[in-house]
């Protein structure tokens, strides 16, 4: 009996480590040079990355994937959705192909059905619950239905009047699809899917949403929103996202259903009308959402419940149409080096995790070139920079201009003092950046490499390609401390009960 009783407990224990909630990323492949599958897995491995979104099934990145344990999700395309939401036939047909096929050698997690069909395709919407309904049936009858999880990725746009979050609610238009959708996501245990844009949230506010809310950059309390109905106090537009997306649902009486973020992110580079398509705006604001969920912060609202999100997304796509920004979301170029170095150092060893904290001191874009100069005879004098590499003949004097020095001079006292953020000021004119400033023969101090290029710095654990290793996980010490009492709880009630 206490066997059995134990064999209980740790399934319920599994269970509890399957709901940790986790950081993955999107793989798009409107790339002219896109890297082959087995080249993107090398990829995701030695980032750690442990759960991928596909935006398709295709054959060779599934095959590719087989017998890595990192959990897919492969999606319905679009364009198929009119012939599936309206066969049980095609439906059962596209399961056996893409998803029977592979599995479980490739670990299959959940199924996508499309993607922001609500909102920017009507006619598809008509059939989307049936579609989702054909594929599940699908999968019962291959009992896959409780390893395989299906859902939709919705547009946070369908939630209106979201802030403050406690007034919320879904546009009715789209009631009569939206209930039975939710219906069928509370019936079979699955999650509601949203696709996330602050930066998008912050370019249409015409300043009302401030940069750093949209960041995700620690606000003082006198700076956070305020829900004047809760009282519940938001540090960014995530969080305010997600529990709008929960109180929307429980305005239709849906209450158990959990968020998942399919998509979010920040684009890296845009065109003159978008000045904050950065990258060092991109970096802060995927480090800050990786250690906000993989530290199970939760929202004001679920306090300690993570949101388990995809970033969006792998690589910079430069073959997408649009603006300069669609073409660069991506965390690593088609040649996989990172496009910059996530500021990681305490959520574990994922993602060009900057595991080494190899951050410099520059100067701001635009600072005054007098202060930067007042900067430089400042860190040279009173701040006891050795600023001989500065002078004429010496490896740092060229360029020879203020900028330049100042980079030097900044960053070498940001590296005496320890690089506390504090020591990286200047009077407002210079800012921690992960870009190595190094050129031809000046090298910073705490420099890993020369050019200006980002190193792929990963934990010597990344290197490994065994599947089975510890290192696969994507949660640095993925148990974690709740799970540790678990396993301690665990042993307790066994001793007791033997």
Not at 292 to 313: A, C, D, F, R
């Amino acid at each position: 009996m206490a066997k059995h009783f134990l064999l209980l407990l740790f399934a319920v224990y599994v269970a509890a480590i399957d709901e940790e909630p986790f950081i993955g990323v999107n793989i798009g492949r409107d790339l002219s040079d896109m890297p082959h599958p087995t080249q993107v897995v090398a990829l995701l491995k030695a980032q750690q990355i442990r759960h991928v979104r596909l935006y398709d099934a295709d054959q060779a990145m599934l095959i590719a994937l087989a017998n890595t344990r990192i959990q897919v999700a492969v999606s319905v395309p679009n364009q198929e959705i009119l012939a599936i939401g309206q066969s049980n036939t095609t439906a059962a047909k596209w399961v056996s192909h893409n998803v029977i096929a592979n599995y479980p050698a490739t670990n299959i997690t959940t199924i996508c059905v499309g993607s922001d069909v609500l909102t920017t395709l009507p006619y598809a919407a008509k059939v989307l619950v049936s579609a989702l309904k054909f594929i599940h049936s699908a999968l019962v009858a291959s009992n896959l239905d409780h390893q395989i999880k299906v859902s939709t990725p919705l547009s946070s746009s369908m939630i209106l009047d979201s802030f403050p979050p406690s007034q919320a609610f879904f546009n009715r238009s789209l009631n009569p699809v939206l209930v039975p959708m939710l219906d069928f996501l509370q019936t079979t245990g699955s999650y509601l899917m949203l696709n996330i844009y602050p930066y998008y949230d912050y370019m249409q506010s015409n300043g009302v949403i401030p940069l750093d809310y949209a960041l995700f950059k620690p606000l003082p309390p006198n700076k956070e929103a305020i829900d004047s109905n809760s009282l519940l106090h938001y540090s960014n537009v995530f969080d305010a996202a997600v529990d709008a997306a929960y109180v929307a649902m429980a305005f239709l009486n849906y209450t158990n259903i959990r968020v998942v973020v399919t998509e979010t992110g920040w684009p890296s580079k845009g065109d003159s009308n978008e000045p904050d398509a950065t990258v060092e705006n991109a970096n802060t604001y995927n480090s800050n959402l990786i250690k906000h969920v993989l530290n199970i912060t939760g929202t004001p609202k679920h306090p300690g419940i993570g949101v388990s999100t995809y970033i969006y997304e792998l690589y910079n796509e430069d073959a997408k149409a649009g603006p300069l920004s669609e073409k660069n979301w991506g965390l690593f170029d088609a040649n996989g080096k990172p496009v910059y170095v996530l500021h990681l150092t305490e959520s574990g060893g994922v993602l060009a995790n900057d595991t080494t904290n190899q951050t410099y001191c520059v100067a701001k874009d635009g600072a005054d070139p007098k202060m930067l100069q007042a900067g430089i005879d400042w860190a040279c004098g009173p701040g006891k920079v050795d600023c001989s590499p500065l002078l004429q003949g010496q490896p740092c004097y060229e360029p020879d201009n203020v900028v330049a020095h100042a980079n030097y001079a900044f960053d070498t006292y940001y590296h005496q003092m320890g690089k506390s953020p504090q020591s990286c000021d200047f009077n407002g004119m210079a800012t921690i950046s992960t870009t190595n400033p190094s050129h031809g023969s000046c090298v910073f101090p705490g420099s890993l490499g020369n050019n200006g290029t980002f190193p792929n710095v990963t934990l010597s654990s990344m290197n490994s390609t065994n599947s089975d290793s510890s290192a696969c996980n994507l949660h640095s010490g993925e148990l974690g401390i709740r799970s540790l009492l678990m396993v301690i709880v665990l042993l307790l009630w066994g001793v007791a009960l033997l």
